[in-house]
């Protein structure tokens, strides 16, 4: 157990501290929010507050390697906990991908400076989704986005080298990324044109689009850039005090990155257009539009390094997961396998990001994010219910930190303010994106929803012909 909280602090911000404000909010604003995506932000961050300060207990309650795959073991048990897993695996692995995608944008644009440019077959998906008369259309195009590819394996190779190698690149990138972060706020609010921010909350344009139905979706959507404090809880088997440091380092972790996704979403909406925002790299665009080349180069470069840190603390806390799932015998041995060496989880990491790199290659933002965000949602559903089954049931487990505003026992279940606030919100999150999936199904994109049940599918007879079974006998 070598990590404290300084280190857990900087992994949270590492996790954190990346897709939300360099892809994903350029997407939020432009589809669904408009200049209100401030608000999404905010109402992202309550409910991921409620949620973290559930992980938080949650953590030092059950200080195990595995998070939220851990605490809904031990309380509503393996079955559901494999589910609540084999979602998390969904969530880290495209989570890595959506990154990588999100960096070869940053990276073709900083080449493009330099006048460098990135071919668009070995640059973009070789799945895209292109508007059409009645909807959305599949098109193949030919393509494959080997630049995403490499950045997912590259990341995976340096978490393989060991946890202390792989924490100090993170935290060189997690103190660069902030630097640039916070230059891009103080020099672009200097330049921000007031007009862009009118009107702040666009008229609806049916569905989804804009309105308080789109502020209300783009949260949902943004749920998923604070993931970050999910990778601290999986470290509590490697943290020198779990009880104290996982708390600190989530919470902390936290409030950091929503100060500064919210800062950033004012002074990106008030730079440029928000229907110009639907780009892989919208920081990027914003900075070309001030019209420094040379700041633009620095800005580009801490988004690259803000990117990469994720990727990094990603595939730490994906193999962790992997670790605590193959430990109980519902994943193959080779999750669970330390190198002789270097003491890491060497075969998963290079593993998982060989995953995660098909999907790069393959996939587009737009399918990605949906994926995400609708499981994240669900996920954090779970882990409040778990915080409410453990203090009913087992309360003798309870740990040094407690979710504040207390609670009431109803019938021998004790209902906490925390966490059934956390269940309402989660469970709110989910309900845009369900709605937004099955109006993109009937419009004819049927692909998201497709992945969904055929991963679904594939983690039902996984867990049925081969998990359970190897289960009982470690159990036994």
């Known amino acids: 157990m070598r990590l404290g909280w300084p280190a857990l602090l900087v992994l949270g911000v590492a996790q954190i501290l990346g897709a939300g404000v360099y892809v994903l909010i350029g997407t939020a604003a432009s589809l669904y929010a408009g200049p209100a995506v401030t608000v999404s932000f905010v109402i992202a961050g309550v409910a991921c507050l409620l949620v973290g300060l559930c992980y ?109 190698r792989s924490s100090l690149a993170n935290t060189i990138l997690v103190v660069v990324k902030v630097l640039v ?15 862009n921010w009118t009107p702040f909350v666009p008229p609806n344009e049916g569905g ?90 620095v800005i580009k470069i801490g988004a690259l390094a803000g990117l990469a840190s994720v990727l990094l603390a990603n ?15 519902l994943l193959p041995d080779l999750f669970s396998r330390l190198h002789p060496v270097r003491n890491s989880l060497a075969g998963a990491n290079l593993l998982l990001a060989a995953l995660a790199a098909i999907n790069a290659a393959l996939l587009p933002i737009s399918v990605m994010a949906d994926l995400i965000s609708f499981g994240v949602a669900l996920m954090f559903a779970m882990v409040a219910i778990s915080l409410i089954r453990i203090r009913s049931t087992e309360p003798e487990r309870i740990g040094r930190f407690r979710v504040p505003l207390g609670g009431v026992r109803l019938f021998g279940i004790w209902f906490g303010v925390v966490p059934v606030g956390a269940t309402v919100l989660s469970f709110a999150m989910t309900l845009p994106v369900a709605l937004d999936l099955m109006q993109q199904a009937l419009a004819g994109d049927l692909l998201p929803v497709f992945l969904l049940l055929v991963y679904a599918l594939t983690g039902g007879l996984i867990y049925r012909f081969y998990g359970r079974a190897r289960s009982r006998r470690r159990t036994a």
């Open 315 to 329: 595939a730490f806390g994906h193999s962790r997961v992997c670790y605590a799932m193959s430990r109980d015998g």
């Open 56 to 164: 938080a207990e949650l953590s030092s309650s059950v200080p195990e390697s595995g998070s939220a795959y851990s605490y809904c073991k031990h309380t509503l048990g393996i079955g559901p906990a494999w589910a609540l897993g084999w979602l998390l695996f969904l969530e880290f692995s495209v989570a890595a991908s959506l990154l990588a995608v999100g960096f070869s944008g940053y990276l073709g644009s900083l080449l493009g400076d330099l006048g460098i440019v990135l071919p668009v077959a070995i640059s973009t998906p070789a799945i895209q989704l292109l508007p059409a008369t009645n909807g959305a259309s599949l098109t193949v195009t030919g393509h494959t986005n080997l630049v995403a590819a490499f950045a997912v394996l590259c990341a995976g190779a340096i978490v393989a080298m060991g946890t202390s």
């Open 208 to 297: 989804f689009t804009y309105g308080w139905e789109g502020v209300m979706r783009a949260a949902a959507l943004l749920f998923f850039a604070f993931l970050g404090f999910e990778t601290v809880s999986t470290a509590a088997a490697e943290t020198r005090n779990p009880q104290r440091d996982v708390p600190i380092g989530i919470l902390g972790s936290l409030a950091i990155c929503a100060t500064l996704y919210v800062l950033a979403a004012i002074v990106l909406t008030g730079l440029v257009p928000f229907r110009d925002l639907d780009v892989p790299d919208p920081i990027a665009l914003a900075v070309d539009r001030i019209g420094w080349p040379q700041f633009a180069v």
């Open 181 to 195: 972060l916070v230059a891009f706020i103080t020099v672009g609010a200097t330049e921000v044109d007031p007009a």
